[in-house]
């Protein structure tokens, strides 16, 4: 792996982290889900691909943080299931950090738009 590799996947992880509390806010505003689905869901994306040890920790702390809330269900004979759904104070963190995901995309989109990389041809 060359330093330029090495250098893009630190600068991915570190967007990754950056953007996945606005992510899991987003998902759990949809419907209410148990961790293996929302991990699912967050693994059909490269840039939102994670582990279990990087979700429920985080799913600890925006709980803790009052952002989600979190119950667990039994379902006929099968384990129970900790589901997890938005709390009011997620729903106005998440417009919080939308607008200022889409502000920082159309101010980054303003300043790349003069960058030309040539074709690989």
Known sequence: MTDTDKNSDKWEAQLRKGTLELVILAL??????????????LQQYRSTAISEGTLYPLLDRLKRDDLIDAVWVQEHDTRPRKYYSLAPAGVERLAA???LW???VADI???LSPVCIPSAE
């Open 109 to 111: 989109e303003q300043l």
């Open 28 to 41: 759990l505003q949809q419907r209410t889900l148990y961790g293996l689905e929302l991990l699912k869901q």
């Open 102 to 104: 889409r502000q920082s």
């Open 97 to 99: 950090l939308l607008q």
